[in-house]
């Protein structure tokens, strides 16, 4: 064999081992990403049975705002189906509404002075509380994972194996500024 065709063989060798590491790193990436929406996937899955407790408890007391009630049930409907499909543009959306329900539940609670001493209001009212905080967690590693996923098939020459083999970018999960911004008291209380 000569020392051309040694190279040559060298080269080719390199090229594969490099493109097997580069394909190993996709297959890594991809299964962080559904590692990921599957952390947010059990949260929410745990959140969605915890809240027909919280407004059957509700419910208890007759002249709670049954408008509320009916928007976190509605809200919780969407956010189930956006689960299901794995609709990360519509699960945002459907999160924004269960927030908003969730915190005008707590919120109108405080009128309330037998709901909030009820100790399985303040068990539920505890549960969901950490439920939220551990799903914004998650969501930022979700996150995360589909930003360096996004990057990666981007990047030449990693974008060179992730295109043919159908790699796509994929959504963030975000929230609107409605969401993100602080919450109207003044409205909240009709004051």
């Not at 020392?3 to 190993?24: E, H, P």
């Not at 929410?44 to 049930?73: G, M, S, W």
């Not at 707590?106 to 439920?131: G, K, W």
Request: proline share 3%; charged share 25%.
């Amino acid at each position: 064999m000569s020392i051309g065709s040694a190279v040559l063989l060298g080269l080719v060798v390199l090229t594969l081992v490099y493109g097997v590491v580069i394909y190993n790193g996709l297959v890594q990436l991809k299964h962080n990403l559904a590692k990921a929406w599957a952390n947010i996937d059990v949260l929410l899955k745990q959140r969605h049975d915890e809240l027909p407790k919280l407004v059957e408890v509700c419910r208890q007391y007759k002249q709670f705002e049954q408008d509320t009630l009916a928007r976190v049930t509605e809200a919780r409907a969407r956010v189930a189906q956006a689960r299901e499909t794995h609709d990360v543009p519509a699960l945002g959306a459907a999160e924004q509404l269960l927030r908003s329900g969730l915190g005008q539940i707590f919120a109108v609670a405080e009128a309330y002075p037998e709901l909030r001493a009820n100790e399985h209001f303040m068990q539920l009212q505890s549960r969901i509380t950490a439920l939220e905080n551990a799903i914004a967690d998650r969501r930022e590693w979700y996150n995360e994972a589909v930003n360096v996923h996004n990057v990666r098939i981007e990047q030449f020459p990693d974008l060179l194996i992730a295109r043919p083999l159908g790699y796509s970018e994929q959504p963030l999960l975000q929230f609107s500024i409605a969401e993100k911004a602080d919450v109207d008291l003044k409205a909240l209380f009709g004051s």
